[in-house]
């Protein structure tokens, strides 16, 4: 079959019987799928037809290792020939998963110690919580049950994760989100505090962050947030849960964006990069303490498991794709090409007018798009438009578009080098200039043009 049929006899399919996550249900059956990936190698995709792009998000901010990694795909076929999966339950284990965890163990700051494993970012968090309100419940203090998330976070899908979720998007898609969820300002410390003191710091379970918010806008925190976070929570006795789901394994030029802020969270909740996408896998580790208070004070059986917890293949896959990044100081390549992606979004900055506040730490940064004349959004979302003619061009980002954001999204692979950030530099401004010159064109700035 000739490729264009193929690829045609797959956007019929797709339409047919592939219900797409976080896409438009109508453009899905207007338009079809605008990419149909076929393979993968470094910072590189090429789909069905032999156009190859750049990815400029590692997918899902999560294929840190890049593409096309064979030790990966080895290391699963030899534990899946040896072993593909068995139960964690009732206290069964297996080599990759005892492994694994002890390596998380080692290489997460300070004292977290003990890992829970689940399949992804979204169960990761819902496991958190859970283990939050136990963990009071057991020491005697069952009222402590609200878990405060801040504004524009971002903590998953699942009922828990998504009224953790401060984007209300997320929140408005049901009217049956659960209950004792409450938010705060994104980088208010005085937010927080008001928080406590209002809904009584003895029913409030724990406080979860991103250390950057990643689906909310890569907001970064201001210097000493996370450390006045820290104290507060210890303060009036609540656990400080760091969303690492997105930021870890080198993310944010450090190996853990809590390092950044020199703070320890009594959970740490891990995915995505975990396994570069390669395999689903997640993790919730917790500090020393709260693993002895939960084998002192527990009795009977942890009623809380996913099928696939520890799941052999995936530990394996983990334990590899952490092995990649020490091994090539990917971490530090982050934090140095982190450093020239940022001066690119400043150059950009400096000479295309509809470009406003830009930001970077390690390889997780964000441009956000203005109307120089206002100094302010654009009635009508600009992102969007940036966005598809980067893909024309050949280079993947995202955008986020939602509570008066207008902003396009940065997280390419670990493994991206000098050459690579200058063409996904050299691309977004030839976008952003071909979308500012239609917006000239159809007299929306007035005459404005490059800055100069």
């Given at each position: 079959m000739k490729k264009e049929d193929l690829k045609e006899t797959l956007v019929a399919l797709d339409k047919k019987h592939f219900i797409h996550p976080t896409s438009s249900l109508k453009v899905q059956q207007e338009s079809g799928a605008p990419f149909i990936f076929t393979k993968g190698k470094g910072v590189y995709l090429t789909d069905i037809r032999g156009r190859r792009v750049l990815e400029g998000m590692s997918s899902l901010w999560n294929?840190?290792?890049?593409?096309?990694?064979?030790?990966?795909?080895?290391?699963?076929?030899?534990?899946?020939?040896?072993l593909a999966f068995t139960n964690s339950f009732s206290s069964m284990s297996n080599e990759p998963a005892i492994r694994l965890a002890a390596k998380l163990a080692s290489i997460t700051p300070g004292d977290l110690n003990?890992?829970?494993?689940?399949?992804?970012?979204?169960?990761?968090?819902?496991?958190?919580?859970?283990?939050?309100?136990?963990?009071w419940k057991i020491k005697g203090k069952p009222q402590k049950?609200?878990?405060?998330?801040?504004?524009?976070?971002?903590?998953?899908?699942?009922?828990?994760?998504?009224?953790?979720?401060?984007?209300?998007?997320f929140q408005e898609m049901t009217d049956s989100l659960a209950p004792d969820f409450i938010h705060v300002d994104t980088f208010s410390t005085d937010s927080l505090r008001q928080c406590i003191e209002c809904e009584g710091a003895e029913t409030?379970?724990?406080?979860?962050?991103?250390?950057?918010q990643g689906a909310g806008g890569v907001n970064i925190a201001p210097d000493g947030y996370f450390q006045e976070i820290r104290k507060i929570c210890d303060e009036y006795g609540i656990l400080f849960?760091?969303?690492?789901?997105i930021t870890g394994f080198g993310r944010t030029g450090k190996m853990f964006a809590c390092e950044h802020y020199g703070v320890i969270p009594d959970m740490m909740l891990l995915a995505k990069g975990i396994t570069s996408g390669y395999i689903p896998l997640g993790a919730v580790i917790i500090r020393e303490k709260l693993h002895q208070d939960l084998i002192e004070c527990s009795e009977g059986v942890l009623l809380h498991g996913y099928t696939y917890s520890g799941h052999g293949t995936s530990c394996a896959v983990g334990l590899k794709n952490i092995e990649i990044i020490e091994r090539e100081n990917l971490v530090e390549n982050s934090r140095l090409m982190g450093e020239e992606l940022l001066k690119g979004f400043i150059k950009l900055q400096q000479d295309i007018d509809i470009v406003g506040e830009v930001r970077a730490l390690g390889l997780i940064g964000a441009v956000e798009i203005i109307n120089p004349i206002t100094d302010r959004r654009f009635q009508e979302p600009i992102a969007p438009r940036v966005s598809a003619e980067a893909a024309k061009r050949g280079l993947i980002i995202r955008t986020v578009v939602f509570e008066g954001m207008d902003t396009l999204v940065f997280s390419p692979p670990l493994v991206i080098n000098k050459e690579e950030v200058e063409e996904l530099i050299?691309?977004?401004?030839?976008?952003?200039?071909?979308?500012?010159?239609?917006?000239?064109?159809?007299?929306?700035?007035?005459?404005?043009?490059?800055?100069?």
């Open positions: 294929v840190n290792v890049g593409y096309g990694r064979k030790e990966l795909a080895e290391v699963a076929r030899a534990q899946m020939e040896q003990a890992v829970f494993f689940t399949s992804g970012g979204s169960e990761s968090n819902d496991t958190a919580y859970k283990l939050a309100r136990y963990y049950t609200k878990i405060i998330s801040r504004k524009k976070a971002y903590h998953g899908v699942n009922i828990g994760a998504t009224s953790a979720t401060g984007i209300l998007p409030v379970a724990a406080f979860i962050a991103e250390p950057v849960l760091a969303d690492e789901v050299s691309i977004l401004q030839e976008s952003l200039l071909a979308v500012q010159n239609n917006l000239l064109q159809g007299g929306i700035l007035n005459g404005r043009g490059s800055k100069s």
